[in-house]
């Protein structure tokens, strides 16, 4: 799987709770393909930006291939099956974690952005995986392998949020001398934190 592939385990139980993965990754990758539109308030790296507007595409494009899965085999996205207190909390996070990064600024905006991203695309990626394998076991192979390679891009969009996570966390040289090195040594914890969830998905085939 492109860059080890990443994220917490997908998810497992009945019927009607595996059904619910669908409209909640559809969710997911609808509000993630708007996470570039921060980009008019905030300006981070050249690098960040464009990775910003990479996972929106991205979203985007994974969005809608579950869409039009979901019309060609009226699979129901409106319903994500989550208790109201749980929708509640979820949107309380939510909101915290957009004031958050409106009144971070400079270093701390990028990463604090890029920290959520390395946590929704892990979380979408598992979710899709789900999903693919939903699809297989119903004999829809081909739906199965679309959905599975969104999740792959995703996966792979994720190694490379990590990386760029890892480079503006680290302190400029002069500093990261005067700390005895701490710069990649901070960079090597970033990954390994960020990787600390790592599950390896079953290929569809076979």
């Known amino acids: 799987r492109p860059g080890g592939g990443a994220r917490p385990p997908a998810t497992r139980g009945t019927g009607d709770e595996r059904a619910q993965a669908r409209p909640r990754a559809w969710q997911l990758l609808s509000d993630n393909s708007g ?3 921060i980009l008019a308030i905030k300006s981070p790296s050249d690098a960040t930006a464009g990775l910003l507007r990479e996972i929106a595409r991205t979203c985007g494009e994974a969005a809608s291939r579950l869409e039009s899965i979901a019309k060609a085999h009226s699979i129901p996205l409106d319903a994500t099956g989550l208790p109201a207190p749980e929708v509640r909390v979820r ?3 939510k909101g915290a974690t957009t004031r958050e990064l409106l009144f971070s600024s400079g270093d ?10 390395v946590e929704a695309l892990g979380y979408a990626e598992a979710l899709l995986d789900e999903v693919a394998a939903q699809l297989k076991a119903a004999d829809l192979a ?5 959905v599975a390679s969104e999740g792959d891009a995703l996966g792979s969009l ?3 949020v990590i990386h760029r996570l890892a480079l503006a966390a680290e302190p400029p040289a002069k500093d990261a001398a005067a700390a005895g090195g ?3 040594a901070r960079r ?3 990954l390994l934190r960020a990787a600390s969830w790592r ?3 079953p290929p569809l085939q076979g």
Not at 108 to 117: K, N, P
Not at 142 to 146: F, W
């Open 199 to 201: 599950r390896d998905r």
């Open 182 to 184: 701490g710069g990649p």
């Open 35 to 37: 996470v570039d539109g």
């Open 142 to 146: 081909k739906d199965a392998e679309q």
């Open 91 to 93: 949107s309380s996070i």
């Open 108 to 117: 701390a905006f990028e990463r604090r952005v890029l920290l959520t991203q």
């Open 188 to 190: 090597l914890d970033l």
């Open 158 to 160: 994720r190694v490379k």
